[in-house]
């Protein structure tokens, strides 16, 4: 079945742009996350949503990033008068939410290609 | 200090050879282990998930040590395919994000 789709897969915007990176997760996953990677580290974690929910955002570097996910679906990270240290690969994952024994948690996350913004 | 730490590599070996990668974490409400794999250019897999009692997915064996904070993989009879970087990633308990280290770049070599 489809996987996790992300557009643009490249960006290249000026110094002080605004951009928006999108996600579309897979067919009936709740949860959403964005990481962004910078060149040479592993991802890390910005923000998540269950449903339309966001339930943490505190890996959202500054005020200038804002993520959305009105419908439970789709999700947009939008970054404000983008910055040259913004410049990294975007990634969105989803996943399924289990329930068992009344606890809650994520099943495996998969990853979208990613959105390799530049900033110049 | 990084949550979660790795030697970055890059690790150089012949097709056939064993090599293993470590990893220390350091929030001790860690509850979950992944091992993923990135190639270059691409995004992030799961390759296996870590258990206490260790686990073995063909050539590969992931081991946990909870009271060291410690977590390895072992690949076995190297394959030229498995040039990639191997993300030590961990999950806190009672949040669902994923805390990944640096990985570590191996390539192997005919």
């Known amino acids: 079945g489809a996987g996790v789709s992300q557009s643009p897969r490249y960006k290249v915007a000026k110094r002080g742009q605004d951009v928006a990176l999108r996600c579309d997760p897979i067919s009936g996953h709740v949860s959403l996350f964005w990481y962004q990677q910078a060149l040479g580290q592993g991802p890390e974690f910005l923000t998540y949503f269950q449903n339309e929910a966001q339930l943490d955002k505190s890996g959202l570097p500054s005020d200038r990033f804002f993520a959305e996910r009105p419908e439970g679906s789709v999700s947009t990270l939008k970054i404000q008068r983008t910055q040259q240290e913004d410049s990294a690969v975007y990634l969105c994952?989803?996943?399924?939410?289990?329930?068992?024994?009344?606890?809650?948690?994520?099943?495996?996350?998969?990853f979208g290609p990613g959105t390799r913004l530049t900033v110049l | 200090r990084k949550e979660v730490e790795q030697d970055p590599g890059p690790f150089n070996v012949p097709e056939g050879a064993t090599v293993a990668f470590n990893c220390t974490y350091s929030?001790?409400?860690?509850?979950?282990f992944f091992w993923y794999r990135q190639d270059c250019r691409k995004e992030p897999k799961l390759l296996m998930s870590?258990?206490?009692s260790g686990n073995e997915d063909g050539r590969f064996t992931a081991q946990l040590n909870r009271a060291s904070q410690y977590i390895s993989l072992l690949i076995r009879d190297s394959k030229l395919s498995d040039s990639a970087t191997y993300l030590c990633v961990v999950n806190v308990y009672n949040t669902d994000k994923l805390i990944f280290g640096t990985g570590t770049r191996l390539q192997v070599f005919p």
């Open positions: 929030n001790s409400a860690s509850q979950s």
């Open positions: 870590v258990y206490s």
């Open positions: 994952a989803s996943s399924l939410v289990w329930l068992a024994g009344g606890k809650k948690g994520t099943d495996t996350q998969y």
